[in-house]
């Protein structure tokens, strides 16, 4: 089954709200280096389907969303625990370490939202 792309108006209730842990990979469509790491992904999808969700975001339609979580280059891959980003990966990277840094977040449990720091986006400081 293909990864989904979601937008800025379904990451609230996908990745925020989700029970599961979700694995994120910022994309484009022109990167070279996402189109080598795409099936490895939809692999990996495959295995923890049920366990966790993977979905894809265009970061070319969905910037604000990539600037929002500090998307500097893609592909970018994001483990997210009770809306919390927990772990990260840029660039290509082994299959394997990005299915142990999702298998990792369910091996924490509720536990692994717990370890981090909620990060405030107010920029009303600025200016």
């Given at each position: 089954m293909p990864i989904?792309?979601?937008?800025?108006?379904?990451?609230?209730?996908?990745?925020?709200?989700?029970k599961q842990p979700v694995l994120v990979e910022f994309v484009t469509s022109t990167c070279p280096v996402?189109?080598?790491?795409a099936a490895p992904v939809e692999r990996i999808a495959e295995r923890l389907e049920?366990?966790?969700?993977v979905y894809r975001v265009d970061?070319?339609?969905?910037?604000?969303?990539?600037?929002?979580h500090g998307v500097q280059g893609v592909p970018t891959f994001m483990a997210f625990c009770k809306?919390?980003?927990v772990?990260?990966?840029a660039g290509e990277v082994y299959p394997a370490l990005l299915e142990r840094m999702v298998k990792e977040t369910l091996?924490?449990?509720g536990a692994c939202a717990s370890k981090q720091t909620k990060v405030?986006?107010?920029i009303s400081g600025y200016g």
């Open positions: 989904r792309y979601i937008g800025s108006d379904e990451w609230g209730a996908l990745v925020e709200g989700a996402c189109a080598t790491m049920g366990e966790a969700r970061v070319n339609r969905e910037q604000a969303l990539a600037m929002r809306g919390l980003m772990a990260s990966l091996q924490f449990g405030s986006y107010d």
